[in-house]
């Protein structure tokens, strides 16, 4: 299978899962990271958000076409690199869904059930096409990290989305 195709995703222990685009179950590390004044870096909080969930990789393809399955049991999905026009905005309808990267693909915009993913604690889509994002996000009262650096943002764009969000640390 060609690595250019692959996914990772992070599940919870014991659990079978057939779909790889989701994630759930977060730990409480990262936000010990920012009440101590310490600025956090996204591996820390990915870290942090991550803990306890087992690293499985998939085919990107194959997850795709199997569909949002035994959503409960997954903590975390990289799809970075992947030549993705979109993120299915059903991932964003995931309970527990605590870390999402997306970052190097060819996304244009987020949907506005972004809003939905009230778990999400890390929202990384660097290097993307992204010229706007949803208002929706601001309801993201858990998110700690939105990570937008190498996107087509207007510095108005970032602003709003960081009145919307003041205890997320927004990287432009």
Same mark, same amino acid.
């Given at each position: /299978?060609?690595?250019? +195709?692959?996914?990772? /995703?992070?599940?919870?222990?014991? /659990?079978?899962?057939?779909?790889?685009?989701?994630? $759930?179950?977060?730990?409480?590390?990262?936000?010990?990271?920012?009440?101590?004044?310490?600025?956090?870096?996204?591996?820390?909080? =990915?870290?942090?958000?991550?803990?306890?969930?087992?690293?499985?990789?998939?085919?990107?393809?194959?997850? !795709?076409?199997? $569909?949002?399955?035994?959503?409960?049991?997954?903590? $975390?999905?990289?799809?970075?690199? *992947?030549?993705?026009?979109?993120?299915?905005?059903?991932?964003?309808?995931?309970?527990?869904?605590?870390?999402? *990267?997306? +970052?190097? +693909?060819?996304?244009?915009?987020?949907?506005?059930?972004? $809003?939905?993913?009230?778990?999400?604690?890390?929202?990384?889509?660097?290097? @993307?096409?992204?010229?706007?994002?949803?208002?929706?996000?601001?309801? !993201?009262?858990?998110? *700690? !990290?939105?990570?937008?650096?190498? @996107?087509?943002?207007?510095?108005?764009?970032?602003?709003? /989305? =960081?009145?919307?969000?003041?205890?997320?640390?927004?990287?432009?």
């Amino acid at each position: /299978m060609d690595s250019t +195709n692959r996914i990772v /995703m992070w599940r919870r222990a014991g /659990m079978v899962l057939v779909v790889l685009l989701l994630l $759930g179950a977060a730990a409480g590390g990262a936000v010990l990271l920012l009440r101590q004044g310490r600025e956090p870096d996204a591996a820390a909080l =990915r870290e942090a958000a991550l803990a306890g969930c087992e690293r499985v990789e998939t085919d990107a393809r194959e997850a !795709l076409l199997t $569909g949002l399955r035994y959503a409960d049991s997954v903590c $975390g999905v990289d799809m970075s690199g *992947q030549q993705f026009v979109e993120i299915p905005d059903g991932m964003f309808r995931l309970r527990e869904l605590s870390v999402l *990267q997306a +970052n190097g +693909n060819f996304i244009t915009s987020l949907p506005a059930t972004a $809003g939905d993913a009230r778990s999400l604690r890390l929202l990384e889509v660097r290097d @993307n096409k992204l010229k706007s994002l949803p208002r929706e996000l601001g309801r !993201l009262r858990e998110l *700690q !990290l939105l990570d937008v650096r190498g @996107n087509p943002l207007s510095e108005a764009e970032v602003a709003t /989305m =960081r009145a919307l969000l003041p205890e997320t640390l927004v990287l432009f």
